[in-house]
């Protein structure tokens, strides 16, 4: 961009060049006078602001934001700002008769975070960049006819690499979208976009500004346009239309902090019931914490005597655990079923002692998840979970033994 400065030399020089011969150049037309006018859209977010130049006897200029953007040049331009503030405008120009810098003017951009929606959206009142993932509850995602009354479909539990995106988006109005492990190797969309917020009839909408960019499912909605149908600070519901006229809800949550999380799977939001899993081959393996299967491999596929593989092993998240052992309980040692043994007992839930996700201390003496001899210390430390699995280890990272366990939802 040629500066203000090169500019007024090019006018000096052009007489230079007539002569060949060397004089003093003097400017031959009036000082100009830079001044200019501004207003602000603020029907959507960010706000747009429009500069209108009102500067006599110039013919260059250039424009400075005060928000750190790079100079502009034009007579009328527009800018866009993206957060909430009073920014320092000025004005240079050039003319025949020399330069000049209009006064400075402030510029007051208003926050969207007025809006309850938007507020709600990028978590005005916290961090600023409202972080979201899938509700965990059946019905995540929606499809509903042109009508947006008529249900087509709701989904259920959501496949662990989907229930893991990300859907973040900042009071600069930047949204994220981090697609986690991926369903499809390969096939991440995992990016960032812009977007825009507004109010129509009512109604308010945010725009993503990108190509490809979508939020929840990748099939695009018209004009990449969500409808805000709740922004609390619990829950984000989004409603799209497909070009073919029906409509998808996403519902989203805040993630929970990892140790809540792992509380979350495994008691399924108030009570979950697991077992065992016979389905598997190893589903029980005994050594040592360095080498978990150095003392027992673990036995084939639904080789589980059938009085252990029933049993039901239930948490709540009043820290209660059931064991209903059905008919009879396996016990090691004398690798015989005997007398049920069913129980339950509080447990203490926190962060692990050693390796793994989160753990869990039953306290009533005898209690047991799996296999009676699992853990004298009645410890087990979650290793891995999903809305389906469990790996257990039992016992503390210091016991000799320890098992591991694989468990499934009942």
Same mark, same amino acid.
């Given at each position: 961009?040629?500066?203000?400065?090169?500019?007024?030399?090019?006018?000096?020089?052009?007489?230079?060049?007539?002569?060949?011969?060397?004089?003093?150049?003097?400017?031959?037309?009036?000082?100009?006078?830079?001044?200019?006018?501004?207003?602000?859209?603020?029907?959507?977010?960010?706000?747009?602001?429009?500069?209108?130049?009102?500067?006599?006897?110039?013919?260059?200029?250039?424009?400075?934001?005060?928000?750190?953007?790079?100079?502009?040049?034009?007579?009328?331009?527009?800018?866009?700002?993206?957060? $909430?503030?009073?920014?320092?405008?000025?004005?240079?120009?050039?003319? @025949?008769?020399?330069?000049?810098?209009?006064?400075? @003017?402030?510029?007051?951009? $208003?926050?969207?975070?007025?809006?309850?929606?938007?507020?709600?959206?990028? +978590?005005?009142?916290?961090?600023?960049?409202?972080?979201?993932?899938?509700?965990?509850?059946?019905?995540?995602?929606?499809?509903?006819?042109?009508?947006?009354?008529?249900?087509?479909?709701?989904?259920?539990?959501?496949?662990?690499?989907?229930?893991? +995106?990300?859907?973040?988006?900042?009071?600069?109005?930047?949204?994220?979208?981090?697609?986690?492990?991926?369903?499809?190797?390969?096939?991440? !969309?995992?990016?960032?976009?812009?977007?825009?917020?507004?109010?129509?009839?009512?109604?308010?909408?945010?725009?993503?500004?990108?190509?490809?960019?979508?939020?929840?499912?990748?099939?695009?909605?018209?004009?990449?346009?969500? +409808?805000?149908?709740?922004?609390?600070?619990?829950? !984000?519901?989004?409603?799209?239309?497909?070009? +073919?006229?029906?409509?998808?809800?996403?519902?989203?949550?805040?993630?929970? $902090? $990892?140790?809540?999380?792992?509380?979350?799977? !495994?008691?399924?939001?108030?009570?979950?019931?697991?077992?065992?899993?016979?389905?598997?081959?190893?589903?029980?393996?005994?050594?040592?914490?360095?080498?978990?299967?150095?003392?027992?491999?673990?036995?084939?596929?639904?080789?589980?005597?059938?009085?252990?593989?029933?049993?039901?092993?239930?948490?709540?998240?009043?820290?209660?655990?059931?064991?209903?052992?059905?008919?009879?309980?396996?016990?090691?040692?004398?690798?015989?079923?005997?007398?049920?043994?069913?129980?339950?007992?509080?447990?203490?839930?926190?962060?692990?002692?050693?390796?793994?996700?989160?753990?869990?201390?039953?306290?009533?003496?005898?209690?047991?998840?799996?296999?009676?001899?699992?853990?004298?210390?009645?410890?087990? @430390?979650?290793?891995?979970?999903?809305?389906?699995?469990?790996?257990?280890?039992?016992?503390?990272?210091?016991?000799?033994?320890?098992?591991?366990?694989?468990? @499934?939802?009942?």
């Amino acid at each position: 961009m040629t500066s203000l400065r090169q500019a007024i030399l090019l006018v000096a020089g052009t007489g230079l060049l007539a002569t060949c011969q060397p004089k003093k150049y003097e400017l031959d037309g009036t000082a100009p006078v830079a001044d200019f006018s501004v207003t602000l859209d603020t029907s959507q977010f960010p706000v747009v602001a429009t500069f209108t130049n009102l500067s006599t006897d110039a013919f260059l200029y250039q424009w400075d934001f005060g928000d750190g953007s790079d100079l502009v040049a034009g007579k009328t331009v527009t800018h866009t700002y993206t957060l $909430p503030r009073t920014y320092q405008v000025k004005l240079l120009v050039a003319g @025949r008769g020399g330069s000049a810098t209009s006064p400075v @003017r402030e510029v007051t951009v $208003p926050s969207g975070c007025g809006n309850l929606n938007f507020a709600g959206l990028v +978590d005005c009142g916290g961090t600023g960049t409202g972080f979201w993932t899938y509700s965990d509850q059946p019905g995540a995602v929606k499809t509903y006819a042109a009508d947006g009354v008529t249900l087509l479909s709701a989904t259920g539990t959501l496949p662990d690499c989907q229930a893991d +995106d990300q859907f973040n988006f900042s009071n600069s109005y930047v949204y994220t979208y981090d697609a986690g492990l991926g369903c499809t190797a390969g096939s991440s !969309l995992s990016g960032v976009s812009n977007f825009s917020f507004r109010v129509v009839n009512g109604v308010s909408q945010l725009t993503l500004l990108r190509n490809r960019a979508f939020i929840g499912l990748p099939d695009s909605v018209r004009n990449k346009t969500y +409808d805000v149908v709740e922004a609390t600070g619990s829950l !984000l519901r989004l409603r799209g239309t497909r070009p +073919d006229g029906t409509q998808v809800e996403v519902s989203l949550v805040h993630p929970l $902090p $990892p140790l809540q999380r792992v509380e979350r799977l !495994l008691t399924g939001g108030s009570s979950r019931t697991w077992v065992l899993d016979n389905t598997v081959a190893n589903t029980i393996t005994v050594g040592t914490e360095a080498a978990p299967t150095s003392y027992y491999a673990g036995g084939a596929l639904g080789s589980l005597p059938a009085c252990q593989a029933d049993d039901e092993y239930t948490f709540s998240t009043a820290h209660n655990f059931i064991y209903d052992a059905k008919a009879e309980t396996f016990v090691a040692g004398v690798y015989a079923c005997q007398a049920p043994r069913s129980r339950t007992t509080a447990y203490v839930y926190g962060q692990p002692a050693g390796a793994g996700l989160a753990q869990l201390v039953l306290a009533a003496p005898g209690s047991f998840i799996g296999a009676t001899d699992a853990a004298a210390d009645r410890t087990y @430390r979650i290793l891995s979970i999903n809305t389906r699995q469990m790996v257990l280890r039992a016992g503390a990272a210091t016991a000799d033994p320890v098992f591991t366990l694989k468990l @499934r939802v009942r």
